[in-house]
Every structure is written in C-alpha cells, then in structure tokens.
C-alpha cells in the first residue's frame, strides 16, 4: 500500500486542487494523494480546472471534500496550502509529516477575465515548481531504498 498525502486548503476548490493533479502527476507510483478543505467550497474551480489542462493534467473529475472525511484514514503527510488551514488542521493516524507551503488564493483575483486566469497560472506554476520538487525527493528517498 502506497503512503497517502492529503493536501488541505481552507476551501478545497483552487489550490489543493491543482497541487494534488501535479502531485499525483508527477510522484502517484510512490504516493496516494488526496485533497480536501476545512470549510469545502463544495466545487472545483473551473479556472483551476482549465489552468491545469493547460498543462496536460485533467482535474475536471475532482470534487471538493471535508478534511473530516479523512480522520478515519492513515495519513503519512500532510500539505497545507493555506494559512487558513494549517491553523485548522488536525492530526490524522499514522501522520508521520507535515509540511506548510502558502501559495495566493487565485480565486480572489480580480480584473479581466484574462487577468484572472494568469493569476490562476502564476500560482499554478508555483505549485509546480514545489510540489514537482517535492515529488524529485520522494524519487530520491526511494531509489536509495531499493
């Protein structure tokens, strides 16, 4: 069974969303990854689901989720993305890690409909940049297992 991560935001529809799809893009042979939020929007944002299309990850099957639901289940490590969450997060079994890293909430962004979007593709890539690294460490930490 592989080891779990669950990535939580405050509203599971931007950020955690599109760093699970990168996540799970770049380390889901080594890892199961998951997201959900302290208080769930109840969606996914559409400008995040179109941000990571952009970029050959589909999240469009995605669904927000309560960080609740996932109490019952072995959590090696936990990601928050969020401020918000971080201060709300609680440990879940078999938690062996946490990490912290903020990223700007896109949703907030105000402006055109164009500048909207590169605001959802300038966190989009910073997602990446963090999460694709953290997914070269597991990649790492695994060989020297083997």
Not at 28 to 44: K, N
Not at 56 to 79: C, W
Not at 114 to 136: C, G, K, M
Request: hydrophobic share 40%.
């Amino acid at each position: 069974m592989k080891p779990r991560v669950l990535i939580l935001c405050t509203g599971n529809s931007c950020r955690s969303h599109m760093a699970e799809g990168i996540l799970r893009a770049a380390a889901g042979d080594l890892i199961e990854v998951h997201s959900a939020g302290s208080r769930p929007a109840g969606y996914v944002h559409p400008k995040a689901i179109a941000a990571l299309a952009e970029i050959g990850i589909d999240i469009s099957g995605h669904t927000s989720k309560s960080m609740n639901d996932f109490l019952d289940r072995d959590i090696a490590t936990v990601i928050t993305v969020c401020g918000d969450a971080d201060q709300a997060c609680p440990t879940y079994p078999g938690q062996v890690s946490r990490h912290h890293w903020g990223f700007d909430d896109p949703a907030h962004a105000t402006g055109s409909e164009e500048e909207i979007l590169a605001e959802f593709r300038r966190v989009r890539d910073e997602i990446r940049r963090v999460f694709e690294a953290y997914a070269a460490g597991l990649r790492d930490a695994a060989r020297q297992g083997d």
